[in-house]
């Protein structure tokens, strides 16, 4: 979906989304409230610059509106593999942009993220999935890395990556999948203002994800390890 389609349906009471260089800034007003809206278009990988924009973006929120939601709109094919932004730190900067969100959740800024057409890798770990919730429309491809470049990679034949992905969801793309295990909180259809207020009004701090993955069947292991860890913790001398 282009972007300018979605946020006419995102933001049917008004916005001021602006684009530069495949990044996305502006405000919208959501059942009489203003939102801050971030993200990226035209499945551009996240580099420097663009990572850099969106955690201002964050930051200047967080010192002018307290409190004020934070919508992140997601299509990105993961951070750019450049040799300049290798030899500047792009390990960094998508670390920055990652602690920005986390500081705004911290500091009570409901912040959901929406993918809406591509997420890959860490353009997507360090955006929609730092949110305090993250959703996805129908048609949206999310994924860790496509099953060829997993198979080079791995070592793997691609034929069996291809099997494991019918049964365990961590090999599979699509927006399904990441629902089962939890990473994706729903799928959005149909009216999506109305999707959009509701999540807004279920935000909350306590990170669900593990827990999500276990009930849809998808992540069955994170959450009884994360307990028995926990359990442990409560026990340990002070």
């Not at 949110?131 to 793997?156: F, N, Q, S, W």
Request: proline share 5%.
């Amino acid at each position: 979906m282009e972007w300018q389609k979605l946020a006419a349906e995102l933001f049917p009471e008004g916005h001021n989304i602006v684009e530069r260089d495949f990044f996305l800034r502006g405000n919208a007003t959501v059942v009489g409230h203003v939102v801050t809206v971030i993200g990226t278009t035209g499945h551009t990988p996240i580099g420097v610059e663009i990572a850099l924009a969106q955690a201002n973006a964050i930051l200047e929120t967080m010192r002018e509106f307290p409190g004020r939601p934070l919508i992140i709109l997601v299509d990105t094919q993961g951070q750019r593999l450049r040799h300049r932004d290798e030899m500047l730190g792009i390990n960094r900067y998508m670390a920055h942009l990652g602690k920005c969100i986390d500081r705004a959740r911290r500091n009570g800024h409901p912040v959901l993220g929406l993918v809406y057409d591509q997420a890959l890798s860490g353009g997507f770990i360090t955006s929609g999935l730092m949110a305090d919730a993250c959703y996805a429309l129908p048609e949206a491809e999310i994924r860790v890395m496509g099953l060829p470049a997993m198979a080079r990679i791995t070592k793997v034949p691609e034929e069996t990556l291809r099997e494991l992905a019918k049964s365990n969801p961590v090999f599979a793309p699509g927006a399904e999948n990441y629902l089962n295990m939890g990473g994706v909180e729903a799928i959005w259809h149909d009216d999506l203002a109305s999707c959009l207020s509701n999540a807004l009004q279920q935000t909350g701090a306590i990170d669900r994800r593990s827990e999500r993955g276990l009930e849809r069947g998808g992540r069955k292991m994170a959450r009884p390890v994360i307990q028995a860890v926990l359990a442990d913790h409560d026990v340990l001398p002070s």
